[in-house]
């Protein structure tokens, strides 16, 4: 594999070459990727750890991290069935911005983030990483050397 260039994203920049984000392995050997979530309509901004999920659909928030985010969850309005390997569960679609760094790189993605209630099944899991940022990046995923990215190229 060639190396990459690696080159921080500034405001001015218009056609930056590649940006890549550390993610890492637990002790379990769990790939994980942190990132600050935004939730402007609810004012919601804070550090969440993401398992990357290649088989989700798209992103979500379960409840633990909503709570350590003080996600008003009595404010979420718009349901969204999803079908899993435990059975159907209803999600909540919120605009979101993900925002990876990782020094001076950076990576912004908006998305339609679905957020999950407490005492809901996913009560007690990690939130996922899903496809739909997982397609707008490469992920390099290598155990063996202990290096987990995600890049922009």
């Given at each position: 594999m060639a190396a990459s260039t690696r080159h921080a994203i500034h405001e001015h920049q218009t056609a930056p070459v590649d940006t890549v984000i550390d993610g890492y392995f637990s002790a379990e050997g769990v790939p994980y990727v942190s990132a600050e979530v935004f939730l402007p309509r609810l004012g919601v901004m804070g550090e969440v750890p993401f398992l990357i999920d290649t088989g989700a659909v798209a992103t979500a928030l379960h409840p633990d991290a909503g709570r350590e985010l003080a996600c008003p969850f009595d404010r979420l309005v718009l349901p969204r069935e999803f079908e899993g390997v435990g059975g159907s569960h209803i999600y909540y679609r919120e605009l979101a911005v993900v925002r990876f760094s990782?020094?001076?790189?950076?990576?912004?993605?908006?998305?339609?983030?679905?957020?999950?209630?407490?005492?809901?099944?996913?009560?007690?899991?990690?939130?996922?990483?899903?496809?739909?940022?997982?397609?707008?990046?490469?992920?390099e995923y290598d155990f063996p050397q202990e290096r987990l990215e995600l890049a922009t190229s």
């Open positions: 990782d020094g001076d790189e950076i990576l912004s993605v908006s998305i339609e983030l679905s957020i999950a209630k407490p005492g809901s099944p996913s009560d007690g899991l990690d939130s996922l990483l899903g496809r739909d940022i997982l397609n707008r990046v490469r992920l």
